[in-house]
């Protein structure tokens, strides 16, 4: 089974861009908030770091998501497509004053701190404005993820967070910090998450934590626990939508909140994941002694995430009905981990023809790079094809 795609359209648009399914979108946002909405007080976010296309954030805001953002800039992106910034979170191993400022400016949510000097400044920053900011504490939980070890980030060995065994002193600390208010935990273990068992682990983790927490008497109104829900990148056309029902009632099973708790999710990945294709033109068969490669015009400047972590991506010849053959498909680049599958089948692939490299909407067009001095892909959503 294929993808379906608007190829007479496709056949207008210069190569290589992305595609967005609006009504996959807008069927995983409703999905998230029927399972999401079971529970009156789990809060999602969406991780805008996945994709930042300004079309895609305002079906996503539309849809009543907050943001999740990692950078000044994407502050400045999600304020701009409409969120509101009592619904925008800010996590980051390494924000710069003048991001923080910007946070402070807007009157952000919540700014998750990851260590005793960030917190420190942000009191510093916030006493100059004469305001106070509202701070949870990014713990890393020691909980590993079965994923790729390039995206774990729940290790004790990774840079995030600040250490279980520190977060009573950090309590403490802000406690004694007139510009800054403690509201929160806040914890990510990982991305491209499917088994719940990891997620199941870091609500037993925060239960303990919780425990411990109350026997000093120490009041949490809103607990995150990141994102991190996979996709099913073998299986674009069959599984499009990811298993928010297992994943909402995983936490809902597991975690025991207090009462007037609020549980905050933020959902990259599976949010935008599965709507985006890279939409790519064969430019050469190339045969030699031993395989045929596939050269297409996209590389991984426009789509990295093969390159960088061996990422499987599904490859579609959207149109080519002929026998399959095998193909390794490459990019132009000059380097030699420009590779975007090795030894797939195809149908009979022909110079001209349309490739779709699937389940690129997440972590694909907002890490496009201009190296060989290339242009950045365009993005471009079926509502406007
Ligand atoms: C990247 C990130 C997310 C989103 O991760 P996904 O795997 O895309 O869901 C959520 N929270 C934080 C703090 C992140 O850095």
Redesign the pocket.
């Known amino acids: 089974m294929k993808g379906k795609f608007p190829v007479k359209k496709f056949q207008e648009i210069g190569t290589p861009f992305y595609y967005y399914d609006t009504d996959l979108l807008r069927l995983t946002l409703k999905t998230i908030n029927e399972e999401a909405g079971h529970y009156e007080n789990f809060c999602v ?1 969406y ?1 805008v ?2 994709n930042a296309n300004p079309l895609l954030l305002r079906i996503i805001r539309q849809a009543g998501l907050g943001a ?1 953002c ?1 950078s000044g800039g994407e502050i400045e992106v999600a304020i701009k497509a409409g969120f509101t910034p009592d619904k925008i979170v800010y ?2 191993v390494g924000k710069s004053d003048w991001e923080i400022n910007i946070g402070l400016d807007n009157d952000i949510f919540c700014f ?1 701190v990851e260590s005793v000097p960030e917190l420190e400044v942000i009191n510093e920053l916030a006493s100059k404005k004469g305001k106070v900011a509202r701070v949870a504490f ?1 713990l890393n939980p020691n909980v590993g993820a079965h994923t790729h070890a390039n ?1 774990t ?1 729940g290790l004790a060995e990774n840079k ?1 967070g600040i250490a279980m065994r520190d977060v009573e002193s950090i309590i403490d600390h802000a406690a004694e910090l007139k510009n800054v208010r403690f509201v929160g935990l ?1 914890f ?1 273990i ?4 499917l088994d719940m068992g990891d997620f199941q682990a870091l609500c037993n983790r925060i239960n303990e934590l919780q425990d411990q927490l109350e026997r000093r008497h120490v009041t949490i109104e809103h607990i995150n626990v ?5 996709i099913d990148y073998e299986h674009p056309n069959r599984v499009p939508v990811p298993n928010f029902k297992a994943y909402f009632d995983t936490y809902a099973r597991h975690l025991k909140l207090r009462p007037g708790q609020t549980l905050h999710f ?6 935008v ?1 599965q709507c985006g294709s890279l939409i790519t033109r064969t430019l050469y068969v190339k045969e030699s002694a031993v395989k045929k490669f596939a050269i297409v015009d996209a590389g991984f400047t426009d789509l990295i995430r093969p390159a960088l972590y061996q990422a499987y991506h599904k490859i579609e010849n959207i149109t080519s009905e002929d026998a399959t053959e095998t193909y390794d498909v490459v990019g132009p680049i000059c380097e030699s981990t420009d590779v975007f599958a090795k030894q797939i089948d195809l149908n009979k692939t022909s110079r001209g023809d349309l490739l779709a490299i699937r389940s690129a909407g ?2 694909g067009e907002i890490m496009a790079s201009q190296y060989n001095c290339r242009q950045l892909p365009k993005g471009y959503l079926s509502d406007d094809l």
Not at 190 to 193: A, E, F, L, N, T
Not at 226 to 230: D, N, T, V
Not at 266 to 271: S, T
């Open positions: 976010h991780a770091k996945a999740d990692v996590a980051g998750n990014r995206i980030t995030f806040h990510h990982g991305s491209q998450i990141g994102g991190g829900l996979g933020e959902l990259g990945r599976a949010v994941g997440a972590y």
